[in-house]
């Protein structure tokens, strides 16, 4: 999964589960309700991210697991490593902490198009050396052949030939 097309449901996601002051976790399809986004689309970015998504074990009436965000959760209060109850309150990410988890999505996704864009120029690169090498190679076998034929005793390099050719024949 990439940041680079799914930076709409990252942003969104992080902001609502950051920043609620009273859900810190939910499951893809009250989300996706609330913020009209593509349900199935929210529930693969949650699974597709799992170190900015907490995938919950409590399950919703939905039948569908809760997601809160890594950040959120990681602030509970207490040495209790189990979920939290349904009704338990994690304070909200503080404004720095939603900052970074934003910057840290969208240079993310930068980077992946950075490196898309790269290797597309490689490519082309490759692409027209290799279309160089065989016109370099072509003009080499030509050259050779006219050499053969005069050496052969032929009169006119057939390069020459096919330019006599080519000019009479526009």
């Known amino acids: 999964m990439k940041y680079k097309d799914n930076v709409d449901y990252l942003v969104s996601s992080i902001m609502y589960l950051g920043s609620h002051s009273w859900y810190w976790a939910r499951s893809p399809s009250n989300l996706a309700a609330e913020l009209s986004m593509d349900q199935n689309k929210l529930e693969g970015v949650f699974n597709g991210f799992p170190g900015i998504f907490r995938k919950s074990r409590r399950m919703a009436p939905s039948g569908q697991h809760y997601y809160a965000l890594q950040a959120r959760y990681a602030q509970r209060k207490g040495g209790d490593t189990e979920d939290p109850e349904e009704v338990s309150y994690i304070e909200p990410l503080t404004v720095d902490k939603l900052k970074m988890l934003t910057d840290f999505v969208l240079q993310s996704a930068?980077?992946?198009?950075?490196?898309?864009?790269?290797?597309?120029?490689?490519?082309?690169?490759t692409i027209a050396a290799v279309i160089a090498a065989i016109a370099a190679i072509t003009v080499a076998v030509i050259k050779l052949d006219d050499r053969t034929s005069v050496a052969a005793g032929g009169s006119i390099p057939k390069s020459e030939q096919m330019a006599k050719t080519v000019a009479q024949h526009p």
């Open 110 to 125: 930068e980077s992946e198009r950075t490196s898309l864009r790269s290797n597309v120029a490689n490519a082309t690169s």
